[in-house]
């Protein structure tokens, strides 16, 4: 299943989401659910019997039924939760960065993680966003994970990038990169110059095996946070997807608790 499938996959599974007035939680019913689900346990130990359960099913029916539009956010909340569960198992990889692969302050506390892609034009938007959060909290360190996934040039301009990393120039080459525009093999040779890259030992460097490795081992941790695209975000509590922009990124960084 490709990467861009996953959303799809969660949102044909929830079929429907119950609020109940008493104890507040949720019941999701899927197709295919097992006779007992964790729906039918709920609802059982909270004391409801058949009959009230209908009851409310249908009230809640007919509230999605009149504000559909509250939908995508909770699918975009259950896909939040699933990521964050997955994350628990990788966290101090995901953290760490590939070294030199880094923005802000490298030996910061506050962390946000970015998955990006140079042909991307969303990551293009938000070096803007990012730029501004490391103006404002000297503490932040973001963590870049190269994950290309567009095309052929973007491989080569992420590869390049982490090349980068290995002369202390990641983040010359970063901006420069988005500054040239999209990754082509000119551009890309264009912004390792603006960089100062040594281009001889950069092109060895891009062709290494480690290097590689750092690639295939982003789009492991993107599969395992059901991230579909680029931008996406990570932060101590939180995953985003897309542009979202500067406050929704402070806010992310801020938030205490899942």
């Known amino acids: 299943m490709t990467l861009a499938a996953r959303p799809?996959?969660?949102?044909?599974?929830?079929?429907?989401?119950?609020?109940?007035a008493v104890g507040a939680f949720w019941i999701v019913s899927a197709r295919g659910a097992d006779p007992e689900s964790e729906?039918?346990?709920?609802?059982?130990?909270?004391?409801?019997?058949?009959?009230?359960?209908?009851?409310i099913e249908a009230l809640v029916r007919d509230?999605?039924?009149?504000?559909?539009?509250?939908?995508?956010?909770?699918v975009q909340k259950l896909r939040e939760k699933q990521s964050l569960a997955a994350m628990e198992g990788?966290?101090?990889?995901?953290?760490?960065?590939?070294?030199?692969?880094?923005?802000?302050?490298?030996?910061?506390?506050?962390?946000?993680?970015?998955?990006?892609?140079?042909a991307c034009?969303?990551?293009?938007?938000?070096?803007?966003?990012?730029?501004?959060?490391i103006a404002e909290d000297p503490d932040l360190k973001v963590v870049v994970r190269e994950f290309p996934i567009l095309s052929e040039d973007s491989v080569a301009a992420a590869k390049m990038a982490l090349a980068a990393a290995h002369q202390g120039k990641y983040e010359?080459?970063?901006?420069?990169?988005?500054?040239t525009g999209r990754p082509t093999e000119a551009n890309i040779e264009k912004a390792a110059k603006a960089?100062?890259?040594?281009?001889?030992?950069?092109?060895?460097?891009?062709?290494?095996p480690a290097i590689a490795a750092e690639i295939e081992a982003n789009r492991a941790f993107a599969s395992?946070?059901?991230?579909?695209?680029t931008p996406a975000w990570v932060t101590a509590t939180q995953t985003l997807q897309g542009a979202v922009g500067k406050e929704a990124l402070s806010e992310a960084l801020s938030a205490k608790g899942g």
């Open 8 to 20: 799809f996959r969660i949102a044909t599974a929830v079929v429907v989401i119950i609020a109940l």
């Open 39 to 55: 729906a039918d346990i709920a609802v059982r130990e909270a004391g409801f019997d058949a009959s009230e359960r209908a009851a």
């Open 63 to 74: 509230y999605l039924l009149e504000h559909p539009e509250i939908l995508p956010e909770i």
């Open 90 to 118: 990788i966290r101090d990889e995901l953290f760490s960065p590939y070294p030199g692969a880094v923005l802000g302050n490298p030996r910061g506390s506050k962390v946000l993680v970015e998955f990006s892609d140079y």
């Open 121 to 133: 034009g969303y990551c293009r938007h938000s070096v803007e966003a990012v730029d501004a959060l």
């Open 172 to 179: 010359e080459f970063h901006k420069a990169m988005y500054e």
């Open 195 to 208: 960089a100062g890259l040594d281009l001889a030992k950069a092109r060895q460097a891009a062709a290494s």
């Open 224 to 229: 395992q946070l059901e991230f579909s695209g």
